[in-house]
């Protein structure tokens, strides 16, 4: 390996490795051989090569922000991480296409500050877009605040290049929006979480940069509304509703408490809020049509207080109590997980009836459901009691997993919304997938991977 990407790009330090082989979290620590840190396609596909002939397994890894372990080797030792962070180049901008080519490694941050350099816009959006990376957010079909009007990672790429478990190189890199000359390969590796082939570019979609956006924060009554007030402004905000994003006031309560700088926007406490935000090609009447819209929501009971954002200071302060909600839980003890989605109309009766599950399990826990509302993903956070031993509710894990997951089930929804499956979550598949589905993916996996050599352990069982 050495010889393909230098010695200098191999790293074997234990401390080095350190940063690759925990997530964030700290749910899941692994052991590796080696991280090696290809620099080009032809690279990672010489290293694949070697992975064949010497049945070597490999684990792909972006920015190494995913939720559900996929990206952290298992305990065993056995794996090399592939790191593709140096594989940051942006190959192509082409504006009158509204496409992108950059490469797997690329951030988020990055692909979406080069777009608007072209006067464009990449509408994905996450609270880790400093660091997680394309190849990543397209491995498990990442989601984000965005979807509503723009689409999952998914729907954002139109071509893709693949390493393939024998090292093949598959260019699929098309600005084509009309291509029906067969099977739409992509999209086997998209959400496939490294497990098929190893995504190594990526063609993006573009969109014209918003002549004008308007920021409101919402105190609204109960998910109810909160639910009402979305199928209104769908069709009477004056512009493309982007963002609709539920919040409960414990989460603001637990922002307020341990982010820096953050402020109320609203005088008075509601027992849930709303971020909507909307965007427009025109430069002017959008701050108006908002405020005659959120005017005729407060008569209707719907909204009980607003403050529309004047300054992108003060919507940035907005912005803020949504994206720490994740980050704060930390200080407040254990946090037990659910990324989640159940149809629109069915989000209210899985607050009220989860909540009452959990709490019956666990009396004095924390309820934290928050997310994004417009797609039906909630991110159903339950944190400690007050005063309770960590280790002692963390153990609970699975038996509340089970139960809120039973409540998914019943209203025809999924575990996972955009996190993926991973290590997290892969043995719960048998017990949500239809037998002949999850047999399909099977075959999918032994006839790209018959040696088992890309990420072995996620998503399907070795």
């Given at each position: 390996?050495?010889a ?49 002939r ?64 072209a ?6 959006s ?22 509503l ?29 009309k ?55 769908k ?16 989460g ?35 701050d ?85 509302l ?26 509340m ?30 017990g949500?997938?239809d ?9 999918l ?18």
């Open positions: 390996m050495a393909i990407v230098g010695p200098k790009n191999i790293v074997t330090d234990a401390d080095a490795m350190v940063p690759y082989l925990k997530e964030w979290r700290d749910l899941f620590r692994g052991k590796a051989q080696a991280i090696v840190r290809p620099g080009s396609t032809a690279e990672v596909a010489e290293l694949v090569k070697l992975a064949a010497t049945g070597t397994r490999l684990v792909p890894q972006g920015g190494n922000t995913g939720l559900v372990g996929g990206q952290i080797p298992i305990a065993e030792g056995r794996e090399i991480i592939l790191s593709l962070q140096r594989m940051d180049k942006i190959r192509a901008i082409d504006a009158d296409s509204d496409t992108m080519t950059v490469e797997a490694g690329l951030t988020l941050q990055k692909a979406q500050a080069a777009a608007e350099g006067g464009r816009l990449f509408p994905l996450l609270a880790s877009e400093g660091s997680c990376t394309i190849g990543g957010n397209l491995s498990t079909n990442a989601g984000g605040t965005a979807v009007a723009y689409g999952n990672a998914r729907e954002l790429c139109m071509g893709l290049e693949v390493v393939l478990a024998d090292g093949r190189i598959w260019n699929g890199l098309r600005q084509l929006r291509d029906n000359t067969g099977y739409d390969l992509k999209n086997l590796f998209i959400g496939a979480e490294g497990t098929l082939g190893i995504i190594t570019a990526a063609v993006l979609k573009l969109f014209p940069l918003p002549a004008a956006r308007a920021t409101a924060f919402l105190a609204v009554p109960s998910p109810e509304a909160a639910l009402a007030l979305l199928n209104t402004a069709a009477g905000a004056g512009g493309t509703l982007t963002t609709f994003e539920l919040m409960p006031r414990i603001v309560d637990f922002v307020l408490r341990h982010a820096s700088g953050a402020r109320d926007p609203l005088s008075e406490p509601s027992p849930w809020y709303v971020l909507m935000e909307v965007s427009s090609q025109s430069t002017t009447g959008l108006e049509a908002v405020e005659a819209f959120l005017g005729e929501a407060l008569e209707q009971g719907l909204v009980t207080d607003a403050a529309l954002a004047g300054s992108l200071t003060q919507r940035a302060d907005f912005w803020k109590l949504r994206e720490m909600l994740s980050e704060v839980q930390t200080y407040e003890g254990g946090s037990i997980k659910h990324d989640v989605s159940v149809p629109l109309h069915a989000v209210p009766e899985f607050l009220a009836r989860a909540t009452a599950a959990v709490e019956a399990m666990v009396p004095g826990c924390r309820v934290v459901p928050f997310g994004h417009g797609d039906g993903n909630i991110h159903y956070n339950v944190s400690q009691p007050v005063g309770a031993d960590k280790a002692a509710f963390i153990a609970g894990w699975s038996a997993n089970q139960a809120v997951h039973a409540i998914v089930a019943e209203l025809h929804g999924s575990i996972s919304a955009e996190h993926g499956i991973g290590r997290l979550k892969r043995d719960l598949l048998p949500v997938k037998p002949v589905e999850l047999a399909l993916m099977k075959t996996k032994a006839t790209l991977d018959p040696q088992g050599i890309l990420n072995p352990g996620a998503v399907l069982a070795m």
